[in-house]
């Protein structure tokens, strides 16, 4: 294919959302189904997408090569960091939980909330999740069928740096499914017509 600046995409703003695990998921790049809760701001390192396959060589007493690589399975990692402290970023990072109230606001004072994270037994929550991104007219939205948060929730606590809340989602292919995720496009370049 012939160079084209057009067709490099830089995701200029984007949203990630979650939802639990068996909401109705996009076909279209219109408005998600309203179970989506927009995770807000995230760090401006983005959005971090990897697919890494397992492989598996063949080897032969007559090849100083593989004679043949088998993929024994495919992973599919999403990683950001939220900057919003609230009660969907939380549930959405420690997997469940809950925020609860212990005391009412009265008289225009704050009220107390204490979030519980899920216990120790608990199972691991399925999510899907979605990431939207732009390029200009461009749109691209990233679909992750059914996932769970696996990796450690590393929070920094120090003055002159905001608070992160990172958060790692690995794919699992759904029952009866053939793939953990999809991406839908506007953009041109991508049109297998063309």
Same mark, same amino acid.
């Given at each position: *294919? ?8 830089v ?13 109705? #998921?996009? !076909?279209a790049?219109?408005s ?27 080897? !032969? ?7 043949? +690589?088998?993929v024994? !399975? +495919? ?42 994270p ?22 691209? +939205? ?14 920094? #606590?120090? +003055? ?6 990172? *958060? ?15 991406l #839908? ?10």
């Amino acid at each position: *294919m012939p160079q084209n600046k057009e067709e490099v995409v830089v995701a200029l703003d984007g949203n990630v959302s979650v939802a639990p695990y068996g909401t109705t #998921l996009p !076909a279209a790049l219109t408005s998600l189904n309203a179970a989506f809760e927009d995770l807000g701001y995230q760090s401006s390192d983005g959005v971090s997408f990897s697919v890494t396959p397992s492989v598996e060589s063949v080897e !032969a007493w007559q090849s100083s090569t593989p004679i043949r +690589r088998i993929v024994t !399975a +495919r992973d599919l990692a999403l990683s950001f960091s939220a900057l919003q402290w609230n009660v969907n970023s939380f549930a959405a990072a420690y997997g469940g939980g809950a925020w609860d109230q212990i005391t009412a606001p009265a008289g225009g004072t704050p009220g107390l909330y204490r979030y519980d994270p899920p216990a120790d037994e608990d199972d691991l929550i399925d999510y899907s999740v979605v990431v939207d991104f732009v390029d200009g007219v461009k749109n691209y +939205r990233l679909v992750v069928k059914q996932a769970n948060v696996t990796e450690a929730v590393d929070t920094n #606590l120090a +003055r002159g740096s905001a608070a992160l809340i990172p *958060m790692t989602f690995a794919a699992i292919t759904p029952d009866g499914d053939d793939a953990s995720w999809y991406l #839908l496009s506007n953009d041109p370049a991508v049109d297998p017509g063309a």
